[in-house]
């Protein structure tokens, strides 16, 4: 397969069920948003081949930092938003509203919302406990 896009380009065979091979083919663009564009990056990433832990010491308790991406089955795409979100006119909140919206043509046709939260952390006091 000849890959004639900017973005990478994984293929392999995966055995599925019945011991049989299925062609896998992974393709990886990555974007980058600014002053409300989105456009390609120049940095593109990597295709994750294999699940990588936040936590390698202790991969079998850690959650994902990325999820591996050469999958026999994957019904639709994936879309992953990575970056910091800061209080609406730079004022510290405890909490406001964030999203994330994919358009085309005017239309939407994914979007996430959230609610975000201020700088947290836990305190232990034994006379308390957590809090």
């Not at 006119?89 to 239309?107: F, N």
Request: charge should be positive; aromatic fraction near 6%.
């Amino acid at each position: 397969m000849q890959n004639e896009t900017p973005f990478a380009l994984f293929q392999c065979d995966k055995m599925g069920v019945g011991r049989r091979f299925h062609g896998t083919v992974v393709v990886k663009g990555t974007f980058a948003l600014a002053q409300g564009k989105l456009g390609l990056a120049a940095k593109q990433r990597d295709i994750a081949l294999a699940d990588e832990p936040w936590d390698p010491a202790a991969a079998e308790r850690s959650s994902l930092k990325h999820a591996g991406e050469a999958l026999l089955v994957k019904p639709s795409t994936d879309v992953i938003v990575t970056g910091t979100v800061q209080a609406p006119g730079g004022t510290p909140r405890k909490t406001w509203d964030a999203a994330v919206e994919v358009r085309r043509r005017g239309e939407t046709k994914l979007a996430y919302r959230a609610q975000v939260l201020g700088p947290r952390c836990w305190r232990h006091t034994g006379a308390k406990g957590g809090r």
